[in-house]
């Protein structure tokens, strides 16, 4: 291949951006990359995945493993360099199949092909993984109904794990994932049952007791790419280091700051601990596109990161102004919303508002019911991961997927109909969270033939239960035809809209009590002073705050009032949060 012309090319694409340029065509074997929102990581991903293919820096029989936690982005990274890779090889003598050269999957679906092809050596129900039924280990007794015959012992044993999971409970998954694979074993897979943390930890079991299966994934997968990896929770990782040999060319991308599933499991500070642990060489990326022509946005993106890199005394340069509406009621506020959202898409017709909140409670109701009485359109996305009517949704997907997979593995369009009918017989509420997520389940299910047509069967398959499996539904949000959209920061996580509002931005709401305001000692004036005792607390609503702001790609607007509506409903006084007073942040209040 002429490289010569390949590297000419992606300096063009690339605008002479430097530090993307260093990341695509470095020869360095260990890298990780500190990827903000808006700073061009994909781009930069498919161009340096593109480069080491050109190459031939995966040689055959070699392959490229690209792994993710989110099922939705390993599925954006596979279209991506699907579609992109031809391209930015047309001209130079590509005579590869990509398929042939790398896998692009999620943890689970990388889980999954290593069980279905040797997880007969556990139990033989893995040849047929696809078609086992998930069970949700969480709760004790939730189990004990729904598995006949299950202990309350063995039943313990599976939901404490998952919660040490869910805790990042490293001593204890390492003490007791062994009983939890054995009870898996024993207890459930001969019903036909397995949990979703077992899909992982199966794997990781397959791979340490075999060493001859360990040593073929090890060499197969020469170079392994992780994207999105300050997500990644105790078992992927464990996974993922059984893989990783002194000889692995390792390439990992994240954000320390987009760290917002903490609550779910993700590794806190597993940035910088892998960065000394695997002896990786770190390259920041440090140009925002998405901002490039607005430079309160700008400095706004900056500043809030300088925080976050040195809480108790941010280095701050240039102060940015922010869009900031303050009123003296609730109800005025949320007058305001409808009034901002409307003049907006009056201005911009081909654009859409999200409206983010940092939790649900009586604000945001307040805020609906506003726009209810107005007849305002707009999308009801307030899904929360520990939701139990949304975990509930996608588990009877799953469920009702599963059994008809049971009879004709082929997903079709026929069979996706009678998917979405066999939930409606099931689901019959009329409230605007099932609404909006029968909506979700059918645009997502159209994207399986349109934007997905390019995957197998088998791929199709597991990105679908992959979807549900990981309550990944609302990850579709982006896709609905409503002009507005109300949504809770963390279901937006990953999604874009062009204007964003974020509305609430009092004590006691943004953050919360329970997320700082409880333990910051700062008394009614909400100034917050950083100190050592509270920075842990600090940088997770940091990390919210970040990622509600990075979701605009044009502008972001605040807004607060000066009386709340508290647990009882009642009006008290509230004070302008603190996070809109941190250094380097100014607003004159309209």
């Known amino acids: 291949m002429n490289n010569s012309i390949i590297e000419e090319k992606l300096r063009e694409s690339h605008f002479g951006d430097e530090k993307q340029l260093e990341i695509i065509f470095s020869q360095e074997s260990r890298l990780i990359i500190e990827a903000p929102a808006g700073y061009g990581k994909t781009k930069t991903m498919v161009s340096k995945i593109a480069y080491m293919l050109a190459s031939n820096q995966i040689p055959y029989p070699k392959r490229l493993l690209a792994l993710t936690f ?128 077992a899909i992982l930890s199966l794997a990781f079991k397959l791979l340490t007791d075999n060493s001859v299966i360990r040593n073929f994934y090890q060499r197969l997968y020469s170079t392994i790419l992780v994207d999105e990896y300050q997500d ?42 892998s960065e000394e642990q695997f002896k990786l060489n770190k390259i920041e990326l440090n140009k925002n596109y998405r901002f490039q022509h607005n430079k309160q946005m700008l400095l706004l993106d900056s500043n809030i990161r300088k925080n976050a890199e040195t809480p108790t005394s941010p280095n701050i340069s240039e102060i940015a102004k922010i869009e900031f509406s303050v009123f003296d009621s609730q109800s005025l506020e949320a007058e305001y919303l409808i009034n901002q959202s409307l003049e907006l898409i009056e201005k911009n017709p081909d654009s859409k508002i999200a409206i983010l909140v940092k939790q649900r409670g009586n604000n945001i109701n307040a805020i609906i019911d506003e726009f209810n009485d107005k007849e305002v359109a707009f999308f009801y996305g307030l899904f929360t991961d520990d939701d139990p009517n949304y975990l509930k949704f996608n588990r009877e997907c799953l469920f009702e997927f599963i059994e008809l997979i049971r009879i004709k593995d082929q997903v079709t369009k026929k069979m996706t109909t009678s998917l979405i009918n066999k939930i409606k017989s099931k689901i019959t509420n009329s409230d605007a969270l099932t609404n909006s997520l029968f909506i979700l389940l059918e645009i997502f299910l159209s994207k399986v033939f349109t934007d997905f047509s390019f995957l197998s069967n088998d791929e199709k398959v597991s990105l679908i239960k992959d979807t549900f499996e990981s309550y990944g539904l609302k990850q579709y949000v982006e896709f609905v035809e409503a002009k507005i959209i109300i949504s809770t920061v963390h279901g937006s996580k990953g999604l874009e809209w062009d204007f964003v509002i974020l509305p609430d931005m009092e004590a006691f709401s943004f953050p919360n009590y329970y997320g700082l305001c409880g333990y910051c000692g700062c008394g009614t004036n909400c100034n917050l002073n950083v100190t050592k005792e509270i920075e842990n607390r600090f940088l997770e609503e940091l990390s919210v705050f970040y990622v509600a702001v990075t979701r605009a790609r044009k502008q972001v607007y605040f807004s607060a009032s000066k009386t709340q509506l508290d647990f009882k409903n009642q009006n008290v006084s509230r004070n302008i949060s603190c996070l809109l007073k941190l250094p380097g942040i100014e607003f004159k209040a309209k």
Not at 73 to 99: C, H, R, W
Not at 242 to 263: A, C, H, V
């Open 232 to 273: 990644t929770n105790i078992l992927s990782y464990v996974l993922l280091n059984s893989l990783f040999t002194e000889k692995s060319k390792i390439i990992l991308m994240g954000d320390t700051l987009q760290r917002i599933y903490g609550f779910i499991g993700a590794i806190p500070n597993l940035i910088s601990h």
């Open 70 to 197: 989110s099922v939705n982005a390993a599925y954006k990274i596979k279209k991506d360099v699907t579609q992109n890779i031809p391209i930015i090889l047309e001209g130079t003598k590509s005579d590869f199949s990509i398929s042939d050269k790398m896998l692009v999957t999620n943890y689970h679906g990388f889980a999954r092909r290593i069980l279905k092809r040797y997880g007969y050596k556990i139990h033989t129900s893995l040849i047929e993984i696809e078609k086992l039924q998930s069970v949700d280990d969480s709760d004790t007794k939730k189990l004990m109904q729904s598995i006949s015959g299950l202990s309350y012992a063995n039943a313990e044993i599976l939901s404490n794990f998952n919660t040490a999971v869910k805790n990042v409970s490293g001593k204890y998954v390492k003490e007791n994932i062994d009983s939890y694979n054995t009870t898996v074993i024993k207890e459930l897979l001969p019903l036909k049952i397995i949990p979703y943390n």
